[in-house]
């Protein structure tokens, strides 16, 4: 399905602007010590990103997915071992802080530290892929 009707830097740059807004909320969540939803908005960030990129690279809509592994190499990315360990990673985020037969699971491993890891993680991947665009 191509887009024919829209104007791709504009979706392009709707997605990027969205996943800046973001990438804000997750960094207010963790100073708030929200952690399991700044890791989830953490995600959202990326996951954002990633669709942007795929439409300015595929002058398509993105594919429907939160798979952020599966996004990442939908747009023909380069990545290394760290990144796909990290995408896969990040992309139980969604799924963990989403759904309420493992968001307790996932609220008790989101401890200070871990949180502080994977922000890091999340803050190193966008930075990557800002320069994308």
Wanted: neutral net charge.
């Amino acid at each position: 399905m191509t887009i024919e009707n829209f104007n791709t830097n504009e979706l392009t740059n709707y997605w990027k602007t969205s996943a800046e807004r973001d990438y804000k909320t997750m960094l207010n969540l963790y100073k708030s010590r929200d952690y399991h939803w700044a890791l989830f908005i953490g995600h959202l960030v990326i996951e954002k990103l990633l669709k942007g990129l795929y439409i300015k690279e595929k002058q398509q809509h993105p594919i429907f997915t939160h798979d952020l592994l599966r996004l990442a190499k939908a747009c023909e990315l380069e990545l290394n071992e760290n990144q796909v360990d990290m995408l896969d990673i990040i992309t139980n985020f969604n799924i963990n802080a989403r759904y309420d037969n493992v968001k307790q699971d996932f609220y008790k491993l989101c401890t200070k530290e871990f949180t502080e890891k994977w922000i890091k993680n999340i803050k190193e991947l966008y930075e990557w892929l800002m320069k994308q665009f």
